[in-house]
């Protein structure tokens, strides 16, 4: 049985009350959120926070699960749209850390093309933390996770227009806070 | 100079993906503090100020009921106290002239 209809299944079960369906499901997609949440999140209490919001309202929303769509593009919508909230809610929060002071993951540390990876997402991170909220959503989902505009339009609900243009706005500025900021010591 | 930076934006966004975060040991255990929480949700249920907005159109109803009711009271009760005031008015001048008050 493709994964699919095992979803489906699942699913159906899910939103009948059976809770070990909705754990399953949980099991099978919780890396694709956590990944995708750990984009927009500074700790590891926040990322657990932020995942667990997502999956309430998974939870919340099943019946209205309709299954035109694979069950994980359904999900990676609810998250997307979870995560945009969430960055909204920070915006006003807008404590940074100095350049200098970002702190590096020891598992990071192991060889130097991942020493030197790890050095590029920070900076990004850093970067990309000082954005608007849609354009932080826009250039994580078209940079770092690969998306297309399509792909993006989808999972926000925007136009394709307005995804080109706010990740073109994005880029912009982007590239303002890291000039600022003296990046190019860490683009070696 | 602008294709440069933009370039360099790219190699920048080209290295951090290469860059994978280990979430495998954040991910342990989820489901259970998920299901913790989602059965703590359900033993809590709405809370009460939820209740309270979502009661508003009630409330806002009987209002206008009880106004609308209020309303028709006092025009009718308007009415029958002119007919009092006036009716008293007219025994007290039937009196005084009676008595030559």
């Known amino acids: 049985m493709p994964p699919e209809d095992d979803d489906a299944e699942l699913v159906k079960s899910a939103a009948g009350g059976d809770d070990r369906a909705f754990t399953e499901l949980v099991a099978r997609h919780k890396r694709r959120v956590f990944r995708l949440a750990a984009r927009f999140t500074r700790s590891e209490h926040e990322l657990d926070d932020l995942c667990q919001e997502i999956f309430l309202k998974v939870y919340e929303n099943l019946r ?38 970002l702190p590096f993951e020891p598992h990071d540390r192991r060889i130097d093309d991942q020493l030197a990876a790890a050095e590029a997402r920070n900076v990004v991170m850093w970067g990309v933390a000082q954005l608007k909220a849609e354009e932080r959503l826009v250039i994580t989902l078209m940079e770092l996770e690969e998306k297309s505009v399509k792909e993006i339009a989808g999972l926000t609900g925007w136009t394709e227009v307005n995804v080109k243009v706010r990740a073109w706005r994005a880029r912009k500025a982007l590239q303002r806070i890291l000039e600022d900021a003296d990046h190019e010591r860490y683009i070696r | 100079m602008n294709d440069t930076s933009d370039d360099r934006l790219k190699q920048l966004f080209a290295r951090a993906r290469g860059a994978e975060q280990e979430l495998s040991l954040r991910e342990e255990g989820f489901e259970g503090r998920l299901m913790a929480r989602l059965r703590e949700e359900q033993i809590e249920g709405t809370p009460w100020y939820l209740w309270a907005w979502r009661s508003v159109p009630l409330f806002s109803v009987v209002i206008l009921l009880l106004s609308t009711l209020c309303g028709i009271q006092t025009s009718e009760t308007g009415s029958s106290l002119f007919q009092a005031l006036t009716s008293g008015y007219e025994e007290s001048t039937l009196v005084s002239y009676y008595t030559g008050e």
């Open chain 1, 64 to 101: 209205q699960f309709r299954g035109d769509a694979p069950f994980e593009h359904w999900v990676s919508r609810i998250a997307v749209r979870t995560c945009y909230d969430a960055l909204r809610k920070q915006r006003h929060d807008k404590r940074h850390l100095p350049l200098d002071e």
